[in-house]
Each structure stands twice: as C-alpha cells, then as structure tokens.
C-alpha cells in the first residue's frame, strides 16, 4: 500500500460532520461496551461477569473485536479494586492482551477479573475471557494502575 492509501485507509471513516460525534455524551464509550453485561459474582478480589456477544462489538472477520475486548479489560481490571473498598482506580500504566481464539455473534462469553495486587502505588488484575459453554480461553489480559497518594489534608 501506497502512502495516500495508508491516508485513505485510516481516514475512511471519518465523518464530514465532525459536530455529531463531538455532540456524543462523555464516556458514551463505556456504555457501547458494556451494554448486555452481566455481573454474575462479586467478591473481594474477583468479578465475574458473562454476556452474549452483541454484532455492535465484531471486527470485520466478524468475531468480538480486540479493541472492545481490551476496553473490557481496562474497565473490568479497574472494578475488581472496588472490591476492596478502593475510593478510586487511579490511572492504566500498562494493559496487555493475548488473544487466542475468537467469540462471535450472539456466543456467551464469560469474563473473570481478579485483583493481583492492590499496593500502597501500584495495583495489577488479571481479566480471562472464556466461552461459557466450553471453558476455553479467548483472551487473557493484565492491568496495571498507579494509584496516586491519597490526600493528608
């Protein structure tokens, strides 16, 4: 691929009327993701959670997205702290993901979160995506937070 098709490629789907998607609400994000989540289990340290892959999250190869799946790492890996009593996640050093097999349309998937470390500085979770009808691992992904001091005053 040319340069200009490079250009092309990466600007195809940019909207001529930059205002509509300016006029979005903030996060919007958080909710195209997690809609059709269910959280299945909450206890400290672990969250899991289970949903039907909707066509909204798919790639072009028609399977769950990887920017999808490791959106859901971020907010999944950042929840499981509130199982601690955590008042905030603090900031993503660093996220991971392996993929390793594909979900598609309408498949049920189920999502396990689990707090590595909640440290004084730093925070790590695990998130595993499985199918929920065989058990086998789609994705794997790690989350690190630096967690900023709390307040003296």
Do not use: W
């Amino acid at each position: 691929m040319d340069l200009e098709g490079v250009k092309r490629y990466l600007e195809k789907n940019r909207v001529e009327n930059a205002s509509t998607i300016d006029s979005m609400p903030l996060r919007f994000f958080e909710t195209f993701i997690l809609q059709g989540l269910h959280v299945d289990l909450v206890e400290p340290g672990r969250v899991i959670c289970s949903m039907k892959v909707p066509s909204r999250l798919l790639n072009a190869g028609h399977f769950l997205h990887g920017g999808a799946t490791a959106t859901l790492v971020d907010m999944l890996g950042s929840a499981v702290f509130y199982t601690y009593g955590a008042v905030s996640t603090g900031v993503s050093v660093e996220i991971n993901v392996s993929y390793l097999d594909a979900a598609y349309a309408g498949e049920e998937i189920e999502i396990e979160s689990k707090a590595l470390r909640l440290g004084k500085a730093v925070a790590v979770s695990s998130v595993e995506f499985r199918k929920k009808k065989t058990g086998k691992i789609i994705a794997q992904g790690r989350h690190t937070k630096y967690l900023p001091p709390s307040s003296k005053l």
